[in-house]
């Protein structure tokens, strides 16, 4: 008979299952497919995309544009007000930044809804060289 602590345990359980699978697949993809599509990059090269950003807008000093998007979520157990974001409601917080042909050059995916772009910027994916 199942009952619904039960119920509860086994949903936990894959959850916690489901969730492991997914970050141990995404952790493999990345290592595998990071260099070929990811490279560190020379100095030349950043600053040649500096100046293909700067021909195409006329910001100078910049390597692309860089923005942020708060995702929605259920609030995460434990998380006190780690997630809770000034927009009243608790998210995760997705940020990209794009080279002058749209193209991605970095990203961060997860950071707490309570977090600020400044925080999220001293991340070291954005820091880097």
Excluded at 98 to 104: G, K, R, V
Excluded at 115 to 126: A, G
Aim: some cysteine; charged content about 25%; aromatic content about 14%.
């Amino acid at each position: 008979m199942v009952t619904a602590s039960t119920h509860c345990i086994t949903n936990t359980c894959l959850v916690t299952t489901i969730r492991e699978i997914v970050r141990d697949t995404r952790r493999a993809i990345w290592e595998f497919l990071r260099d070929a599509f990811m490279s560190q990059k020379s100095k030349k090269e950043w600053l040649c995309t500096a100046d293909k950003f700067y021909d195409r807008t006329k910001f100078p000093k910049n390597l692309g544009a860089f923005n942020g998007k708060h995702t929605r979520l259920c609030k995460p157990d434990d998380s006190r007000s780690l997630f809770f974001n000034y927009k009243n409601f608790f998210s995760t917080v997705l940020m990209a930044l794009i080279n002058a042909d749209y193209c991605f050059m970095s990203t961060d995916v997860g950071a707490y809804g309570a977090s600020s772009d400044c925080n999220i910027l001293r991340i070291p994916t954005f820091v880097k060289n």
